[in-house]
């Protein structure tokens, strides 16, 4: 799909707000995408009558209008949609060419869009802010992507769009929008913070993320927050669309504009927190960058701060002078655990001796709930400069399913090495769960030849699609937003995060 960001100035001047990401931030945009590209199968673009949707979907189906092109030029006649056209070109008919749009500004928007769907023969997404009265009045999300009903040349347009209303939504009571939660999803997070929204049975604040041309960006919330609960949820990876030290001063500047608009209270979700791997000195001059965040945290005014599984919960713990609340995935893992091991003998197993602590608590987890020893083991291992060393393996996986426990797995190296062990150590099967899949390129390589029978991994991370492929069906997805979202809830209402860990959500 192309994205904004690469497109020419003078389509991104148009647009008051735009979007970067790879992928549809609302729900029903996200379906007719899906469905476009189901129904293209190598084709130059899909036909329309080869785009459906189920009675569960009319409310993608409803987003959708489309215009033929007519002539050399971008303009066009609309064909199917008068309603969902209406929202972005005014009152208009089936038959109505583009030229004589009402308004005058989105038929000018959706003109651009088309020359660029005609020009690049894929789908395009763009959103910006509607100004009305000097006021963002709401946010609209258009996807445009080509249509060919001959198979060889594109012909005409799909599109969709999506109007997230914020003066015109019904009012809250005073007590909500004083002192009431706001939810923010930023970034590439936007559909993890969607999930966590559902299972809070809340939506997602709504927020102005604008880039410009150099790569500097503002970002600011679109509804009044003075006196509110705010929540910034962001997990701070770092990919090939912005890296870690980008999304976190990303955040850090987000937290700052809630602050300065009077929110009462500011938390940040960070799912994985970045720059968490140097927590002390192993070498001369070293940075403790846990710290260092730590403080640029705390200089913003973060009120609290939220993550899971951090790398080393002392050094979590003791960096932050402002609240901390740390989860873990434990639970999580252990139900899918018990559901898949049966009767089978099984084996926790710490990739090194940093991480034994964190695999006797999940070996202490099991044994509660499966009410059956459950054995130990542990890898040495010892990393510098970028070696890893060490072949001491201790503990007994012999006949049994060896679970590999961590808190994220980067290259690959070590979770590899460490099935090996267990494989040559006896071990009938090897699974492997980490919370954050943090991946490097070189990591699908490691993984796809490691014998590694089963790897669970939560989604606090975005996957990345070539370790999906890499690992096939041998692959388990546990997601955390029902946690995230239940540790808001507490935190909202000041209740017992303690329990949450215990319990689970």
């Known amino acids: ?11 991104k ?33 899909a036909k329309r009558s080869a785009i459906s949707f189920s009675p569960q979907e009319r409310g993608a189906a409803e987003t959708i209008f489309v215009h033929r092109f007519e002539g050399a030029g971008d303009d066009g006649v609309l064909t199917e949609g008068a309603s969902a056209a209406a929202m972005l070109l005014g009152p208009c ?37 509607r100004v009305e009265h000097g006021r963002d009045h709401a946010i609209v999300e258009i996807l445009v992507a080509p249509l060919s009903e001959d198979g060889r040349t594109i012909d005409s347009a799909l599109a969709a769009i999506s109007a997230h209303v914020l003066d015109g939504a019904p009012a809250r009571a005073p007590h909500e929008t004083n002192s009431g939660l706001a939810l ?55 990919d090939h669309v912005a890296s870690s030290a980008d999304r976190l001063c990303k955040l850090l500047f987000f937290i700052g504009a809630l602050k300065d608009a009077g929110a009462a209270r500011v938390t940040a979700v960070t799912p994985y927190l970045c720059f968490s791997r140097k927590d002390r000195r192993t070498k001369p001059r070293d940075p403790v960058t846990t710290r260092y965040v730590a403080q640029l945290f705390e200089a913003i005014g ?51 001796l940093g991480g034994e602590k964190r695999a006797e608590l999940f070996r202490l987890r099991l044994e509660r709930m499966l009410k059956r020893p459950v054995a130990k083991a542990f890898m040495d291992k010892y990393r510098s400069e970028g070696r890893v060393v060490g072949d001491i393996f201790a503990g007994d996986v012999k006949d049994r399913i060896a679970i ?20 040559a150590n006896g071990a009938a099967h090897v699974w492997a769960a980490a919370t954050h899949g943090v991946f490097s390129e070189a990591a699908a390589g490691v993984l796809a030849n490691a014998p590694i029978d089963r790897l669970i991994i939560t989604d606090s991370v975005p996957l990345a699609p070539a370790i999906a492929a890499a690992l096939g069906d041998r692959l388990t997805l546990v997601s955390v937003a029902g946690l995230v979202a ?20």
């Open 302 to 352: 973060t009120d609290r701060l939220v993550c899971i599984d951090a790398h080393n919960i002392a050094a979590f713990q003791n960096a932050f002078r402002c609240e901390t609340v740390h989860l873990d995935a434990q639970a999580l893992f252990a139900r899918r655990v018990i559901a898949d091991v049966a009767d089978s003998a099984i084996a926790v197993v710490s990739p090194d």
């Open 184 to 238: 923010f999803g930023l970034g590439s997070n936007i559909s993890f913070g969607e999930d966590v929204a559902q299972a809070l049975g809340a939506e997602l604040t709504p927020l102005e993320d604008r880039e410009f041309e150099d790569g500097e960006y503002k970002i600011r919330p679109l509804e009044n927050v003075r006196g509110r609960d705010c929540y910034a949820v962001f997990t701070l990876h770092g």
């Open 93 to 129: 008919r089936i038959g109505d060419r583009l030229s004589d749009a009402t308004d005058r500004r989105g038929a000018v928007r959706l003109r651009r869009l088309l020359k660029e769907v005609r020009r690049s023969g894929q789908p395009v997404l763009a959103q910006y802010a």
């Open 1 to 11: 799909m192309t994205t904004m960001a690469m497109t020419d100035p003078p389509l």
């Open 13 to 45: 001047r148009l647009f008051d707000r735009l979007d970067f990401a790879p992928q549809p931030k609302r729900l029903e945009l996200q379906i007719v995408h899906e469905r476009w590209e189901a129904a293209r199968v190598g084709a130059v673009a």
């Open 404 to 423: 590999i426990i961590d808190d994220l797995i980067a290259g690959g190296g070590t979770v590899a090495r460490t099935a090996a062990a267990c494989r």
């Open 486 to 505: 239940e540790a808001i809830r507490r935190l909202h209402v000041n209740g017992s995060i303690t329990q949450l860990l215990e319990e689970g959500p």
